[in-house]
């Protein structure tokens, strides 16, 4: 069965840090590009990061710098770390691997005071 799952969303201050896992079964991932999408109240699902199955990662402008994307090919695992998180980052978190129709439930992250 092929499943992407995504955990570790939550309630964070202001600055505080985050750390998002996804977990897939039924897919080759080590060969994959996985990528991390979110989506706000009222806006569209955007691009957070990507990560190539050699390693090489791209970034949207409004995380660089704060979040680090990172997979474990022995896990088929793929990891958002968060950090300085700011109120605008307030979204459902959504992993999915690149060039498939392959999406996870999605997490929510709120970062509230």
């Known amino acids: 069965q092929v499943q992407l799952v995504e955990s570790g969303g939550g309630l964070v201050q202001p600055g505080g840090s985050l750390s998002l896992s996804c977990a897939t079964t039924g897919i080759i991932f080590s060969i994959n590009s996985m990528g991390w999408y979110r989506q706000a109240p009222g806006k569209q699902r955007e691009l957070v990061a990507l990560?190539?199955?050699?390693?090489?990662?791209n970034y949207a402008d409004a995380v660089k710098g704060r979040f680090t994307i990172s997979r474990d090919n022995a896990k088929d695992t793929v990891y958002l770390q968060m950090n300085n998180l700011k109120p605008e980052d307030t979204a459902v978190y959504y992993c999915h691997a690149e060039g498939l129709p392959l999406w996870g439930q999605g997490t929510l992250v709120t970062i509230s005071s």
């Open positions: 990560i190539f199955s050699g390693g090489r990662t």
